[in-house]
Every structure is written in C-alpha cells, then in structure tokens.
C-alpha cells in the first residue's frame, strides 16, 4: 500500500473531505497538521499538499480529493457520474469565493458595518444561488446522494461546508431549503466508518 | 461516435479549451453559441452545458473539460500526470477570481480610478504569484509542456487564458517571466491540428 502524508494547518477546511476519505476506506495517513500560530504564512496563503511514497507531491486540494476518491472508489460509478461529481465540487468553489470573502473580512477584523453589508450583498445571493443548486439536484436524486446512488467525494466536500455554514449561522431554522440541506449534511455525516472520525476530530470554525 | 452538443455564448472564454479539444481529436460536435445581444442572462450567470448523445448534460467548464480531455486522451498519461493538470486548472481558477473582478468592473463601467486600483492591488498580485507558480513548473519540465511530456488539457486553459492577458495588456514586455509564459502560449497555439482552429476563430476579448 502507498504512503500517503497529507500536509495542512490544524484545520478541518479543505483537508477535512481528503482524511474523510483516508478513514472511509480504512487507508493509514500521516496527516501532518500546521499549527496555525506556529507559522508565518497566513490561511490564505497555505499551500496543502499530498506526498505519495515519498516520490511525488500533490498540491491544490480538489486534486488531492478527486485523486483519492478515483483511488479508493468515491469519485462516481462511470464517466458521466465522475464528471457531474466534478462539476458539483466546481459549483462549490463558485461559491466559496463569497464564503472566503466573508470569513476573511471577519478574520481581518472588519468594522462590523462592513462584514454586514458583505454578509448581505455578497455572501447570502451567491449562497441562494447555490443552495437552490444543491437542492435541485438532491430533489431529482431518490438515493439521498448528490450523484447516482451511492456517497461520493462531492458529499464529502458539500456536507463538510454545510458544516461550517451552520456554525457561522448561515442556515436558516425557517427555510425549508436551509433544513433540507442540514438534514443531507446529518444523513452524510452518519455514514458508517465516518461517524467515528467525525465524533473525534477537531471540529474547527471552518 | 457520441453526438456531442456544446452550449456556450459566442465568446473563447471556458468554453474555448473544450472546442480545441474536439478540434484535436477529429471530433464533430454541435457548437451551440448564444448570441451575448439575444440573451437575457448576463455572462456572469452563463451556464455552460455539455450534452452527450442526447441524453445527459455535464455543466461546469471545467468537469466538461476534464470528461472530454479523458475521452480523448489529454488528461495526462498516469494518475499522477491527471493530478497535476488537475491542480494546474485549479490554479488557474484561483487566479480567475482575481481576473474575473477585473473584467467585470471594466464592464460594468466602474471610473477608471476604481479600476486601476482593482488593477493594481487585486489583480496584478493576483497575477504575479501565479505567473510565478506557472514558471516554477514550466521552468522544471524539460518538455515544454506543463504536465509530462504531453500536451493535456491544462495547456490549452492555460494558454488561452494567457491569450486573454496578452490583449488586457497584462503581460508586460520587458519581464522575462511575462516573456517566456508568451512563449509557451505561442508554442501551445501553434500544435498542429490546432492552428487552423485558432487562425479562423473568433477571437473575442476573453
């Protein structure tokens, strides 16, 4: 079996969705964790990595997911789940260029007025736009799953960002659409193998 | 042979990787433009849609890219060669939210000191620390190309990309690392089977 070390800060963040799939498929990882205070380089700026045996590095985190996930057989039962699995994922990163825009306004100690007017003018129509998304192809999909009819990485890095979108108060309790994403986010969240993990890990902000 | 329909506006943009590689592999497709005047949607919400055989849809540039570099043998030649034109293309999409934030004041008509300062302190940083990342890689490849001794989809995004770049003026002539990238897009535009596509297109603005 290959040694696998994954490189990130002490973060769920986008590393959370590649251990998911290290523990899923029962596969030993060095998960080596940059303490956040300790280093010099600032969130926005981590490069996370995956080594493979000591002889090749992968960076960029979506590629690191959708090479363990093709690896350990969550990226999608055939070329046309694959792709939509990708496109899904695609979708989300849409997205997160507002999530990020808030979270590093909070971050950056923004004058609450300001992390106000982000909230509502940036961060809220583009996650609208997405949640409707996501929605959409959940409504259409009998299985539960975001593709075909079983878990793939696509759940994984939708459900762990839903995750972070409860903490920071961005789903709503009176929004029908908002409940229907937490209770998929709970039914991903309770897969066998993954409950363990998910009971133990350190649940960070995001 | 799948039918392929491609449905994008009447502009290179994302769209343009996917074309180039119908193009090199001898392959028919439908190539579906919606007229930027007709429509309703603004270019921001343009959604990108791959249809096989008339029977599903892949959205999501990228996801469709992938699917048709796989189909046709430019994804890379090993699953670590896939990783890194994965991780190239993310990188690049990183780069895009900076480069996106720039068009789009243009066209939105912000004054001009608006967007020279978009320019100046979102864009060129942006910009330089990918430019960066790109010659560190091209730099330590012998090939000439990206990823292995190949071309692969991450060339052909990232050289029409660095096309767009060329005409926003935002490669600078008398920078050695702005001149050899211009260099490597010229070298990737002029592979066979790609230069008459490129010769008789139409080259809008991105």
């Given at each position: 079996?290959?040694?696998?070390?994954?490189?990130?800060?002490?973060?769920?963040?986008?590393?959370e969705?590649?251990?998911?799939l290290?523990?899923?498929?029962?596969?030993?990882?060095?998960?080596?964790?940059?303490?956040?205070?300790?280093?010099?380089?600032?969130?926005?700026k981590?490069?996370?990595?995956?080594?493979?045996?000591?002889?090749?590095?992968?960076?960029?985190?979506?590629?690191?997911?959708?090479?363990?996930?093709?690896?350990?057989?969550?990226?999608?039962?055939?070329?046309?789940?694959?792709?939509?699995?990708?496109?899904?994922?695609?979708q989300?990163?849409?997205?997160?260029?507002?999530?990020?825009?808030?979270?590093?306004?909070?971050?950056?100690g923004?004058?609450?007025?300001?992390?106000?007017?982000?909230?509502?003018?940036?961060?809220?129509?583009?996650?609208?736009?997405?949640?409707?998304?996501?929605?959409?192809?959940?409504?259409?999909?009998?299985?539960?799953?975001?593709?075909?009819?079983?878990?793939?990485?696509?759940?994984?890095?939708?459900?762990?960002?839903?995750?972070?979108?409860?903490?920071?108060?961005?789903?709503?309790?009176d929004?029908?659409?908002?409940?229907?994403?937490?209770?998929?986010?709970?039914?991903?969240?309770?897969?066998?193998?993954?409950?363990?993990?998910?009971?133990?890990?350190?649940?960070?902000?995001?």
């Amino acid at each position: 079996m290959p040694q696998y070390k994954l490189t990130y800060f002490d973060l769920r963040g986008w590393a959370e969705p590649a251990r998911q799939l290290f523990h899923l498929s029962h596969t030993p990882y060095d998960d080596v964790r940059i303490p956040m205070a300790d280093s010099e380089k600032s969130w926005e700026k981590l490069k996370d990595l995956l080594n493979v045996d000591g002889k090749f590095d992968i960076p960029q985190s979506a590629a690191i997911c959708r090479f363990l996930a093709r690896k350990f057989g969550y990226a999608g039962k055939n070329e046309q789940e694959e792709a939509w699995a990708d496109a899904i994922v695609d979708q989300y990163k849409d997205f997160s260029v507002a999530f990020k825009t808030l979270i590093f306004a909070a971050r950056a100690g923004k004058p609450q007025d300001e992390i106000l007017k982000i909230r509502y003018e940036i961060f809220n129509p583009s996650r609208d736009a997405y949640f409707e998304i996501l929605n959409g192809i959940l409504e259409k999909n009998p299985s539960g799953y975001l593709v075909g009819d079983g878990l793939t990485w696509a759940d994984l890095v939708i459900a762990d960002n839903l995750h972070s979108l409860e903490k920071l108060k961005a789903m709503d309790d009176d929004n029908e659409m908002h409940q229907n994403l937490k209770k998929y986010k709970e039914r991903i969240y309770s897969t066998p193998d993954l409950e363990d993990h998910i009971a133990t890990r350190l649940d960070s902000e995001v």
